[in-house]
């Protein structure tokens, strides 16, 4: 069995020898340390974590958005006008799904929306009548895959879907979007209708 010498230093003591139980009561002392710092950088983590989900759940329960029915659009523009984001899509379109699941879902697109504009689903080959202008306007169509006449209307005679309509706070048409779009293809076309320029 060796003996490992003692290591010895001044303090102000005196002289004073660390001998190898010492260094073992050290190096326990030390892992010590480092494993009730572990345990505090994983408590930590685990807080931080914890506050991201819950923050990020909080943020979208916040940032829903309200989507209202066209003929409701109309009758806020009365009351608090503003212009109307309309999203035009059908039941069997698998990019209006993701636009929903990807784009509508984006906190900042979101609050966009709910801030700026009267948000409105229209379902392209939905049944209800629609009046606009004096003018009413049907899904004539018997089966299914039928354009409702005011989709029609509104994507001028053109039915891609989605596609993102906007109307001036006066209730006529503005432009229209074709096509799926990620929130950073949305977003600058939101800002550049709400701007008025």
């Known amino acids: 069995m060796s003996v490992l010498p003692g290591i010895t230093f001044f303090t102000q003591a005196g002289i004073k020898t660390i001998t190898q139980s010492d260094r073992k009561a050290l190096f326990l002392n030390r892992s010590t340390i480092k494993q009730n710092q572990n345990q505090e950088n994983k408590i930590w983590i685990l807080t931080i974590a914890l506050l991201t989900t819950s923050l990020s759940v909080s943020m979208a329960q916040e940032t829903k958005i309200n989507w209202i029915e066209i003929d409701k659009a109309f009758d806020a523009n009365t009351k608090t006008p503003r212009k109307i984001f309309i999203d035009v899509y059908t039941d069997w379109c698998g990019w209006c ?30 049944t209800k009548d629609i009046t606009y202008k004096g003018k009413v306007y049907k899904n004539k169509g018997q089966g299914q895959r039928n354009p409702h006449e005011f989709a029609v209307a509104l994507l001028q005679g053109r039915l891609p879907y989605p596609s993102i309509v906007f109307m001036n706070e006066d209730n006529n048409l503005i432009t229209y979007l074709a096509g799926y779009l990620i929130p950073e293809q949305l977003e600058p076309n939101m800002a550049y209708i709400e701007s008025d320029a």
Do not use: R
């Open 97 to 126: 799904k993701k636009m929903d699941e990807n784009t509508f879902s984006n906190p900042v697109i979101a609050s966009y929306l709910t801030t700026k504009f009267h948000a409105v689903k229209f379902n392209a080959e939905g």
